[in-house]
């Protein structure tokens, strides 16, 4: 069982920046981890996400340029910084992953989930 525990998060204007990290307990073999967001209403949507292999990542279209995701596999540590944030970033950011090849864009594949952290940006 791959426990994950996230820190960052918090409340900044447009055009700000934060800081989302997760640590991860153990892995055991190749995996996923990657960050997912949710606001009320509206399905858990994948922001950016990288495999352990190679470090390959992926992001969606609307954080590319703005955000960057990074790993540390000697600590189990994923990283997200974001910067030029916007009103509409404002959701609860969810830390996942997932054992096997590739990064899928749907949050259902990911067996491993954070607690959440909520993100805010004020206009």
């Known amino acids: 069982q791959v426990q994950l525990v996230e820190y960052g998060g918090g409340s900044v204007q447009a055009g700000g920046s934060l800081r989302l990290s997760c640590v991860a307990s153990?892995?055991?073999?190749?995996?996923?981890m990657g960050w997912f967001r949710q606001t009320p209403g509206k399905e858990r949507e994948r922001v950016a996400s990288i495999y352990s292999g190679d470090g390959s990542p992926w992001y969606d279209d609307s954080m590319r340029g703005r955000f960057t995701i990074s790993h540390d596999n000697t600590k189990n540590t994923l990283h997200l910084q974001m910067n030029s944030l916007k009103p509409e970033d404002t959701a609860m950011y969810y830390c996942a992953a997932r054992y096997g090849g590739g990064c899928p864009s749907q949050s259902g594949p990911y067996n491993y989930w954070g607690q959440g952290t909520q993100v805010t940006v004020s206009s």
């Open positions: 153990k892995f055991d073999g190749p995996y996923c």
